[in-house]
């Protein structure tokens, strides 16, 4: 018998060209460059919010805010950071340690995932700059309203958890709160977006922003909200309660259940909680922009300009939130779920009915 033939070393074999240039690709880098100037973006926001919460608190009721730390008190969210960060890690002992951990992380990343998919501008070549243009978002999703509300409803798990785990009988109220408010409100939130689809007939937040261009008799916008007035309400409403905000922040209720389901929380762990209620509040306020707002659409500006247009709409509705906030009593419990499944519910399944009866007599 002969000796083997020699085998070629097929793996030594360069790879072609092409792969090593596909990595040095201008529109993959520009996307991934997207990327993480999106996560970052997120932070600041949070840290944004942070410090008008506490200066628009100031204002309604006749204070100064934040004034020592940097120039205005700018640098207040930033020292909230480091205080945080320099805490002490603490645990109950009788606490499931696995699931106290997770709860938190949860949230945070249930509240950055939901925004992946939220566009903020129209399809850019960055001035050139790019041999094709690119989406201004970081999935391309065609069902992203579907994938929102999939997100988002997950987050939950991460405040049941927590007072769960905790083994404390307010973190506990508190996550089962949550829960139940969650279940009332997120029925009136999903058929209030519903409305929205129904007219637009996509579940694409990209081409449901492009619907709403132009004007009807050359001066009123084509935004959603002046055919969906009361489903905006609804959303708007359904959102408060479903970012747990005042008056609908039962979970925390801090005068009865001393801070709800992140009592037996600190340090970085509590920070998580509130960097993804802040980020919620983005999202819901994202959503609602692009859903009846008409997106980055807008006059006086062209439209590589339109997120300045988005931006300015987003920082409204965020406003609206705190103002909300701090004008605006808690409400009673049995109040809440009163209002929820006997008033909201109703108007939500209303205003789609109506909005679907008109779809199909006007043939929209």
Do not use: C
């Not at 058929?191 to 008799?217: C, K, M, P, R």
């Not at 909680?273 to 994202?286: C, H, K, Q």
């Not at 692009?290 to 509705?317: M, S, T, V």
């Amino acid at each position: 018998m002969g000796p083997a033939a020699p085998t070629r070393p097929e793996a030594r074999r360069p790879k072609p060209e092409a792969d090593k240039n596909h990595l040095m690709d201008p529109v993959l880098i520009a996307q991934i460059a997207l990327v993480v100037v999106v996560f970052h973006a997120l932070l600041l926001s949070a840290a944004g919010m942070v410090y008008w919460e506490r200066k628009i608190a100031a204002w309604l009721q006749q204070r100064v805010g934040p004034i020592y730390t940097g120039p205005a008190g700018l640098l207040q969210p930033f020292a909230d950071v480091f205080k945080l960060f320099f805490k002490e890690e603490l645990r109950p002992l009788a606490a499931d340690k696995f699931l106290f951990y997770l709860a938190p992380v949860i949230s945070a990343a249930a509240a950055f995932s939901a925004f992946a998919v939220v566009p903020f501008g129209p399809p850019t070549d960055f001035w050139g700059l790019l041999p094709r243009e690119i989406p201004l978002y970081v999935a391309d999703v065609n069902v992203a309203v579907l994938v929102i509300f999939a997100i988002t409803s997950m987050g939950i798990y991460g405040i049941v958890l927590a007072g769960w785990s905790s083994n404390s009988k307010y973190s506990l109220l508190g996550g089962l709160r949550s829960s139940a408010q969650m279940i009332s409100y997120e029925l009136s939130y999903g058929l209030a977006l519903a409305g929205v689809l129904v007219i637009g007939n996509t579940l694409s937040l990209h081409d449901l922003v492009e619907q709403q261009g132009g004007y009807w008799f050359g001066v009123i916008p084509r935004w959603f909200i002046f055919l969906q007035p009361l489903g905006f309400v609804v959303y708007m409403i359904a959102g408060i309660a479903e970012t747990n905000r005042a008056p609908f922040d039962f979970p925390e209720a801090e005068q009865e259940l001393v801070a709800g389901y992140h009592t037996e929380y600190s340090s970085m762990s509590f920070a998580m909680f509130f960097l993804a209620e802040y980020i919620n509040m983005v999202t819901v306020s994202a959503v609602a922009t692009n859903l009846f707002l008409g997106g980055w659409k807008g006059p006086f500006l062209p439209e590589w300009l339109g997120f300045l247009w988005f931006l300015i709409k987003l920082g409204a509705l965020l406003f609206f939130y705190l103002w909300i906030r701090w004008t605006l009593p808690r409400y009673r419990y049995d109040q809440l779920m009163t209002f929820g499944w006997k008033v909201l519910l109703p108007l939500a399944v209303l205003n789609l009915l109506v909005t679907a009866a008109g779809v199909v007599y006007f043939g929209a």
